[in-house]
């Protein structure tokens, strides 16, 4: 997921991506694929923070270096310990972090998918990394876990190689140094290996997404393009029919995108995901409740007049970059001015920590608002998956929590604000 301040071109892009004329229609074929993806609607949610570590989701790991700022991603925390001690660390929290037990409530709230966020340094390891391994075992038991519960799984590689956007979410933040030297051969080696390791468990893993948020203003764009075929290619080898998963690089969906591995271009069974915050920049942090619902309902025709399947695949109902770290660890917020050249808007008091119980009535209603319409919108295309299933103390992210008090909707098709879009 998005985060720092290095994000404003893209958020830019990806709130305001501009209306263009009416995509070319392509009959979508999804022929051995165990979803069907051109009538069905892809309802998910993320299961983020547990095999690639995210501060703000889980800050209890990282508190210990709250006040030094040593530690700030995978990589530095599993350097810092050494390999034994963050084996032990990580392998307590792989196995707990989720269970069989979050598999059947996410069924049971009317989600069909999950997307599960991995590192290239599970499948495919470097010498040298800091990284530590023994995450596979426990995928391994959540295709299991989702076969019990009936829910589909997009493998989504949330980490490259030298980093595809700098962002903490990539294991490494700081510098974009994915497609320098051997980079993109070891991801996609990284991608074969994974499309590999669970070529017989279509029936679950029905998609395989290449890469998260490559940054598009700072990589080669036509290289990304070429990677997009490479690794559709390896998917491939190992299974005909896997959907593959590109993301949109914060380009537009239409503009850009139109046109590249469609129905027309011999590939097959290829779906984008586009990522709809609308918080990490000043402009959309200052943005009113009726503000946030427009941009999200403009977003629908959008979606639909793309010429492949088109999911969004990471959003929320926050209006604010409130919550602990999330920006990286030790960076505030936009909203409440302490991000480093930000103005106050708002108090961030009950959103930086705190329980979805304990929010405001009217963080509440623009949340379940805000929400409803993004369903509304999302909709009108493929689908979508939310981030994330549960925090442990970011109360306008977490999907658990929130459906727990009623924020969001059940059934999903109920709606207390109806008509927004």
């Not at 470097?126 to 295709?143: E, F, K, R, S």
């Not at 959309?284 to 639909?304: F, N, R, T, Y």
Request: glycine fraction near 10%; charge should be negative.
């Amino acid at each position: 997921m998005l985060s720092g301040s290095a994000l404003q071109t893209a958020t830019a892009v990806l709130g305001l991506l501009a209306c263009v004329d009416a995509a070319p229609t392509f009959k979508l074929k999804s022929r051995d694929v165990s979803f069907d993806y051109n009538n069905d609607k892809v309802r998910g949610v993320n299961l983020g923070g547990w095999f690639v570590l995210e501060p703000w989701i889980t800050p209890s790991i990282f508190d210990d270096w709250a006040t030094s700022e040593t530690v700030v991603d995978e990589f530095t925390y599993t350097q810092t310990l050494g390999k034994d001690e963050a084996t032990s660390r990580l392998t307590s929290h792989w196995n707990t972090w989720i269970t069989q037990d979050d598999f059947n409530q996410i069924a049971q709230a009317g989600l069909n998918h999950v997307r599960i966020p991995i590192g290239y340094w599970a499948v495919a390891p470097l010498d040298g990394d800091p990284y530590v391994q023994g995450q596979l075992p426990v995928l391994d038991n959540a295709i299991g876990w989702a076969r019990s519960a009936g829910i589909k799984v997009l493998l989504d590689l949330h980490g490259a190689p030298g980093s595809q956007n700098g962002f903490d979410n990539s294991g490494r933040y700081g510098a974009v140094d994915w497609q320098q030297g051997d980079t993109v051969t070891q991801t996609l080696t990284a991608i074969a290996n994974l499309a590999e390791r669970y070529a017989g468990d279509t029936d679950v893993v029905t998609a395989i997404e290449l890469l998260n948020e490559p940054l598009g203003p700072n990589i080669n764009l036509d290289e990304l393009k070429q990677f997009y075929y490479d690794g559709w290619g390896k998917v491939r080898n190992s299974n005909g029919f896997t959907v593959v998963t590109i993301h949109d690089a914060f380009e537009g969906i239409q503009t850009y995108w139109n046109g590249f591995m469609n129905g027309a271009a011999g590939v097959n069974n290829v779906m984008l995901d586009t990522h709809q915050y609308q918080i990490f920049s000043p402009e959309q942090v200052s943005m009113s409740p009726s503000e946030h619902v427009g941009a999200a309902c403009a977003l629908g025709p959008q979606l639909s007049g793309t010429d492949k399947w088109t999911i969004v695949g990471e959003w929320t109902g926050a209006q604010t970059d409130c919550a602990k770290w999330l920006n990286g660890l030790g960076k505030g917020a936009r909203y409440d001015g302490s991000f480093s050249g930000s103005s106050y808007v708002g108090s961030c008091d009950g959103k930086y920590t705190g329980t979805v119980a304990a929010l405001s009535d009217a963080d509440k209603q623009n949340i379940r608002s805000f929400t409803e319409a993004q369903l509304d919108a999302y909709e009108q295309h493929t689908g979508w998956i939310w981030w994330t299933w549960h925090t442990e103390s970011a109360p306008e992210w977490d999907m658990q929590e929130l459906i727990a008090n009623g924020l969001f909707p059940q059934p999903i098709s109920d709606r207390q604000y109806p008509n927004q879009c």
